[in-house]
């Protein structure tokens, strides 16, 4: 069983950042791909980024540009750095594990575990 716990979540400005965290248990992180999604109120989950265990990364259109997403195995976190912040990017977020091999990156289902999720609140 993998536990998955974020933070950095908070309340900023538009144009402002936030850098959130997740960090993993378990010895085989380095293994798994690591993703982001994001849920606003009344809306349904919907992917913002992924990375790979070879490093590489995919990102939904709407934050390409803005947000970064990175791992440190040696630590078994993985960061998503958040700049130029909007306001419709108030979500909550959420961490997500996928054991190989992988699957759809943008889909739910292709992860099997979750963190309970950091709120993000941009301001205008």
């Known amino acids: 069983q993998v536990q998955l716990v974020e933070s950095g979540g908070g309340l900023v400005q538009a144009g402002g950042s936030l850098r959130l965290s997740c960090t993993a248990s378990?010895?085989?992180?380095?293994?798994?791909?690591m993703g982001w999604f994001r849920q606003a109120p009344g809306k349904e989950r919907e992917f913002v980024a992924t990375?790979?265990?070879?490093?590489?990364?995919i990102y939904v259109d709407s934050v390409k540009g803005r947000f970064t997403i990175s791992r440190d195995n040696a630590k078994n976190t993985v960061y998503l750095q958040m700049n130029s912040l909007k306001p419709e990017d108030t979500a909550v977020y959420y961490c997500?594990?996928?054991?190989?091999?992988?699957?759809?990156?943008?889909?739910?289902?292709?992860?099997?575990?979750w963190g309970q999720g950091t709120q993000v609140t941009v301001s205008s």
């Open positions: 997500a594990a996928e054991v190989p091999p992988y699957r759809y990156y943008a889909s739910g289902s292709s992860y099997e575990y």
């Open positions: 378990g010895r085989t992180f380095s293994t798994y791909a």
């Open positions: 990375i790979r265990n070879g490093g590489s990364t």
